[in-house]
């Protein structure tokens, strides 16, 4: 037996064109550039998707605070104006927070909606789907300290 969920459109005069305004130095994050790189369909509201994009600004903002002063105090007044490569015309700084942001969005909202089949094949799509949280997880992980100029250490029990 085969079933069909249909995942509802979303309706192009919703409020995803938002724009939602950082700190000053931290790039503005563009929920339709967000649903958008992250493949997130209608089956998450505009709401819900504004609310962990929120919180992931958050969060990434607070865990660079201390490295923000120090670039303050090296007279750079934004992400943008620290000196680095650009790629496509964009700082490679603004790509890194922008992926960060992202991955947490994405991770925060993927674990909310993980449970929402409760049959037994929903069980097991509730599984597979941890795979992508940890991805997204360790995708922010490698963004920040990336951004900070920290080599990268992957760490694996045996």
Known sequence: MSSFIATPTLDPSAT???LIRNDGFF?????TELRATMRI???VTHER????????IDSVNNELHAW??????A???TLADIPTACIDGQSVQIIR???????LAHADITERYRDWDTTKSGGQKAEDLEQTI???????????????????TTVELI
């Open 97 to 103: 927070y922008r992926r960060a942001v992202f991955n």
């Open 49 to 56: 998707l504004r609310e962990a994009t929120l919180d992931a």
């Open 16 to 18: 995803d064109n938002e």
């Open 41 to 43: 369909d209608g089956t």
């Open 68 to 73: 923000r002063a120090l670039q303050i105090a």
């Open 27 to 31: 790039p503005d994050i563009s929920l």
């Open 134 to 152: 940890c991805n997204a997880r360790r995708n922010v992980r490698w963004a920040l300290s990336d951004l900070r100029g920290l080599s990268r």
């Open 75 to 77: 007279g750079h007044s």
